[in-house]
């Protein structure tokens, strides 16, 4: 189960099946993988530190067809993995990369953060990662090199002319002007964006890019017909960081050329279902709701616990995709917290395109946002198989998320925005929100026992930083959507001589793991 810390209540002989092949493998890697390619986003970053060579050997035996990591230079010049420009997040050093020779680099620790197994995992040099999986059974792994600024595409094109086999890569940027260089260069490119456009199409066609790849839902920014193979013929369709059950399906169905994930086990379980069940165009298989967390409306002697806590009651659903009857083991597991739920039926059977409403209750959480509670349902066909089915022995386990959300307006009065205390003894802080127009302004209320706070924020995938003020555009279609978009704040500061972050929701800090982001949404619903 992805990302999972414990099991649950399966019996020995599911978790025997989970390991002999309910999860899936990708196997023999691209040449032999079906389309879409599933890349691993910086590696495993849930079970190994990102943009290491420990995270991207993970990212193989979980049967991955490849990786995603970022190139930036070291002082001295060469390429290094290293997503952000300074190595705090990552790393045991907070000097920024480009003040960094390559020597001092050699000392630096980009594991322990992550955890002990990882001690003393050093920061990849970018000929190290090119030799990742020439010995691997089967096809090499596919390398998506996200150039994260500029005069990296001569040495990257160097140093590939030196491996042999040359390995199937694409070599990605944000920058416009480093993905024409690439292509230039005779290097397969791909161009990235948060959404599709119409002026990106046609700069792909114009400069014969090789690949085009967005955020999550950034193909449904086109108008019809705009998102199809035939309007980008001649450029691969990818798209990165798809995480959620229903944008990977989506993906797999299309199918995109390629996308990398957080969740390798669950996107290669739902490329196995989009192959095992063909005919099936409905929505995933399960559906949970997310989770309202109201850290204000809790007893104090609860939020002396933990903040990040609430009592749900939800409706779960599942829905069986195959043209024969099936047995459905059902389970939660809860990878960080503490939860009680009551009401999930252990096992339940499904007849070919039934679907069945689960009521459950849940209770508990944990002092901070972290990875989310899970629905995990383990599909096995009901003997006798109907002649040419596909599902094998072991079944085929999926997951789905339940999502923690906390929710703001974005209201002309100013709202009070009251910030996690996820340590015992932290003092209150606070961020006022008050709608301008097209943006909101965030301010800082309270920045608690913060010295020399200033706000961070992050609207619709976009994050930004400012001082005791920050103004943030709202999406062009905000007031259309009573779903409103993703959001979460927070203060950052100094503690003790030491950064500190105060935030209002999961979402921050950048990376897996610290939970998800809230929703900002209309005060009003749309008319």
């Keep these: 189960m992805t990302g999972l810390s414990t099991r649950g209540p399966w019996e020995e002989s599911d978790a025997q099946a989970l390991d002999s092949g309910a999860r899936p493998n990708g196997g023999s890697g691209p040449a032999g993988a079906p389309p879409p390619w599933i890349l691993g986003h910086r590696g495993v970053p849930h079970e190994a530190p990102e943009n290491t060579l420990a995270g991207m050997r993970r990212a193989l035996e979980l049967g991955l067809d490849g990786f995603e990591y970022d190139l930036r230079a070291c002082a001295s010049g060469e390429a290094v993995l290293m997503h952000d420009e300074t190595l705090s997040r990552t790393t045991n050093s907070h000097a920024l990369l480009s003040k960094v020779q390559l020597p001092e680099l050699f000392g630096v620790d980009a594991g322990s953060w992550f955890?002990?197994?990882?001690?003393?995992?050093?920061?990849?040099?970018f000929d190290e990662a090119l030799e990742l999986g020439t010995d691997h059974p089967g096809s090499a792994p596919m390398h998506m090199i996200e150039l994260k600024e500029t005069?990296?595409?001569?040495?990257?094109?160097?140093?590939?002319?030196?491996?042999?086999p040359r390995p199937e890569v694409r070599v990605a940027s944000f920058l416009p002007d480093v993905v024409i260089e690439a292509q230039r260069a005779g290097l397969p490119a791909?161009?990235?964006?948060?959404?599709?456009?119409?002026?990106?199409?046609?700069?792909?066609?114009?400069?014969?890019?090789?690949?085009?790849?967005?955020?999550?839902?950034?193909?449904?920014?086109?108008?019809?017909g705009e998102d199809s193979d035939e309007a980008w013929a001649g450029c691969e369709r990818w798209s990165w960081s798809l995480d959620e059950p229903d944008e990977i399906l989506r993906a797999c169905r299309l199918p995109l050329a390629g996308f990398n994930t957080n969740q390798p086990q669950r996107a290669l379980a739902i490329r196995a279902l989009a192959r095992w069940a063909p005919e099936d165009s409905g929505p995933y298989p399960l559906v949970c709701p997310e989770l309202i967390v109201e850290p204000?409306?809790?007893?104090?002697e609860i939020r002396l616990r933990g903040e990040w806590y609430g009592e749900w009651s939800a409706r779960l659903g599942l829905r069986n995709p195959f043209p024969f009857g099936v047995q459905v083991r059902c389970s939660?597991?809860?990878?960080?917290?503490?939860?009680?739920?009551?009401?999930?039926?252990?096992?339940?059977?499904?007849?070919p395109e039934e679907e069945r409403h689960l009521d459950v209750q849940l209770k508990g959480g944990a002092r901070s946002p972290g990875p989310d509670p899970l629905l995990g349902a383990l599909f096995r066909a009901r003997s006798p198989l109907p002649e040419g089915t596909a599902l094998p022995t072991a079944g085929l386990l999926l997951d789905a998320p339940l999502v923690r959300r906390r929710v703001a307006v974005a209201d002309p009065l100013a709202r009070r925005l009251n910030l996690l205390r996820e340590g015992a003894g932290e003092r209150a802080a606070s961020i006022t929100l008050r709608r301008t127009g097209r943006g909101v302004r965030l301010t800082v209320e309270h920045p608690g026992?913060?010295?020399?706070?200033?706000?961070?924020?992050?609207?619709?995938?976009?994050?930004?930083?400012?001082?005791?003020?920050?103004?943030?555009?709202?999406?062009?279609?905000?007031?259309?959507?009573p779903q409103?978009?993703?959001?979460?704040?927070?203060?950052?500061?100094?503690?003790?001589?030491?950064?500190?972050?105060?935030?209002?929701?999961?979402?921050?800090?950048?990376?897996?793991?610290?939970?998800?982001?809230?929703?900002?949404?209309?005060?009003?619903p749309p008319r």
Aim: charged fraction near 25%; proline fraction near 6%.
């Design 115 to 125: 955890g002990k197994r990882y001690v003393g995992e050093p920061v990849p040099l």
């Design 151 to 164: 005069g990296l595409v001569e040495g990257v094109l160097e140093k590939l002319e030196e491996v042999h």
């Design 190 to 224: 791909m161009l990235l964006a948060d959404r599709a456009s119409d002026d990106d199409r046609r700069l792909c066609r114009r400069e014969g890019i090789a690949a085009y790849g967005v955020g999550p839902g950034g193909w449904a920014s086109l108008d019809s």
């Design 296 to 300: 204000e409306a809790l007893h104090e």
């Design 332 to 351: 939660l597991f809860f990878p960080s917290g503490a939860f009680q739920s009551e009401g999930l039926p252990r096992v339940i059977e499904l007849q």
């Design 449 to 481: 026992d913060l010295q020399e706070g200033h706000l961070i924020a992050s609207l619709d995938g976009h994050t930004e930083r400012g001082g005791r003020t920050l103004d943030l555009l709202l999406p062009e279609h905000f007031d259309q959507d």
């Design 484 to 524: 409103g978009s993703l959001f979460t704040c927070g203060i950052e500061g100094v503690r003790e001589g030491r950064p500190h972050l105060l935030r209002w929701a999961g979402g921050l800090p950048g990376g897996v793991g610290h939970g998800a982001p809230g929703r900002l949404v209309p005060v009003s």
